[in-house]
């Protein structure tokens, strides 16, 4: 049963365990299609997707501001936005869709980043709309420490030049501010931080076999 619903969205902060939670429904709801640009879940002709991830990660966010501006970043950001709009539009409407994010974070980091290009916004949001979104919550404090304390943090999860908690935990606040203002005019359930990453993923499915 999926409650009639059968394109929703998987959304939250950095560090709120969507990527876990994500791999755990694999096997919870075997009837529904998962989308992400994580490559376990990107089909091999769609290769381009991950690889495309990577060098951001690899190249691109470390050469931010200096290699390359914040309109290249939004540039190569929206491949990832286009593709998971083409995944659901796309899809087998007989079968229920849960899309990790979609374009809500990635718009919502945009804007952080300092990308004014309206014009772009607002095409994203001619995009198809989920029948609910999840929004998965966590702390700034807690996802600082599921990022092992600032290990590894990318120049879009943090405030400032250093990636220090402060600045992490105040970019994560605004952060959460901006997703939950793009979705407001849609139906959404927030749950709030989980124990585990099995309680997550149980407390997500409840919501969309409801």
């Known amino acids: 049963m999926t409650g009639g619903r059968t394109f929703c969205v998987l959304l939250g902060p950095d560090g709120a365990g969507k990527s876990s939670v994500m791999g755990r429904l694999a096997g919870l709801l075997p009837e529904w299609r998962l989308v992400s640009t994580d490559s376990a ?28 501006s914040v309109d290249f970043l939004a540039s190569v950001l929206q491949t990832a936005v286009v593709h998971l709009r083409d995944q659901v539009r796309g899809r087998d409407p007989r079968v229920p869709v849960l899309v990790d994010s979609y374009y809500y974070k990635i718009l919502a980091k945009c804007r952080m980043a300092g990308v004014r290009d309206s014009r772009m916004y607002d095409w994203w949001r001619t995009f198809p709309q989920p029948d609910r979104v999840v929004y998965l919550d966590v ?53 709030p931080q989980q124990p585990s990453v099995d309680r997550a993923a149980e407390a997500v499915r409840e919501v969309l076999t409801a």
């Not at 769609?46 to 990577?54: F, K, N, Q, S, V």
């Not at 120049?155 to 908690?165: S, T, V």
């Open 41 to 68: 879940f990107v089909a091999p002709e769609h290769a381009l997707i991950p690889r495309l991830r990577r060098d951001l990660q690899d190249h691109l966010l470390p050469g931010l501001g200096v290699a390359y």
């Open 139 to 191: 702390s700034p404090e807690a996802a600082w420490r599921r990022r092992c304390d600032g290990s590894g943090l990318n120049a879009l999860e943090y405030d400032g030049d250093d990636g220090d908690r402060a600045g992490f935990e105040r970019y994560q606040r605004d952060l959460r501010k901006l997703l939950l203002e793009e979705v407001r005019y849609l139906p959404v359930t927030v749950l």
